[in-house]
T-cell receptor, first 113, second 116 residues
């Protein structure tokens, strides 16, 4: 069975500092991997996705993520965090189209002024 | 149009009420999903419709009844809910390609449901 682990429940960074949110997946083949962001009371917005090919993927809002098969990881990064990035971040995987997505438990990002 | 819309935004209902949540997309997507999300938790999949047919039911209680009248619409009919069913209900859609590639899910803003 697939599983997705986000080891950090809560991360606090200063505005302008760099950010890395960790995500590890457990699946035999290469899954489809996603990062979503959710502001309070809102739906999920897709930041970026990895299906195949280049292991460094660029997303919206200046985010990027790197797929590392050897480490079963898909960490999200941003070089300089803005106060508006404070939100809940979910890593997710899927192994088939129109199939079940597996979400990590989420990481809450707080941005200090 | 890359939007999934959900109505209503908020819903308060008693345990004996019958109500429905509505979801709509006009992106030509052929897979649609219902998720339930409790505070500070990830979304939990409830149902998946693929090409207007129910393909996944995650052992959801029968007081939740999904319906997919056409490829653009998805409803969730609610009856005799319990207070613990209070949550954010999210709808999503995706292209559901049958071969090759992957598809991303587009989420709606959700319906905040409170059961009294």
């Amino acid at each position: 069975a697939q599983s997705v682990t986000q080891p950090d429940i809560h991360i606090t960074v200063s505005e302008g500092a760099s950010l890395e949110l960790r995500c590890n997946y457990s699946y035999g083949a290469t899954p489809y991997l996603f990062w979503y962001v959710q502001s309070p009371g809102q739906g999920l917005q897709l930041l970026l996705k990895y299906f195949s090919g280049d292991t460094l993927v660029q997303g919206i809002k200046g985010f990027e993520a790197e797929f590392k098969r050897s480490q079963s990881s898909f960490n999200l990064r941003k070089p300089s965090v803005h106060w508006s990035d404070a939100a809940e971040y979910f890593c997710a995987s899927r192994n088939t189209n129109a199939g079940k997505s597996t979400f990590g438990d989420g990481t809450t990002l707080t941005v200090k002024p | 149009d890359t939007e999934v819309t959900q109505t209503p935004k908020h819903l308060v209902m008693g345990m004996t009420n019958k109500k429905s949540l509505k979801c709509e997309q006009h992106m030509g997507h052929r897979a649609m999903y219902w998720y339930k999300q409790k505070a500070k938790k990830p979304p939990e999949l409830m149902f998946v419709y693929s090409y207007e047919k129910l393909s996944i039911n995650e052992s959801v209680p029968s007081r939740f009844s999904p319906e997919c009248p056409n490829s653009s619409l998805l409803n969730l009919h609610l009856h005799a809910l319990q207070p613990e069913d209070s949550a954010l209900y999210l709808c999503a859609s995706s292209q559901a390609r049958l071969a090759g590639g992957g598809d991303e899910q587009f989420f709606g803003p959700g319906t905040r449901l409170t059961v009294l």
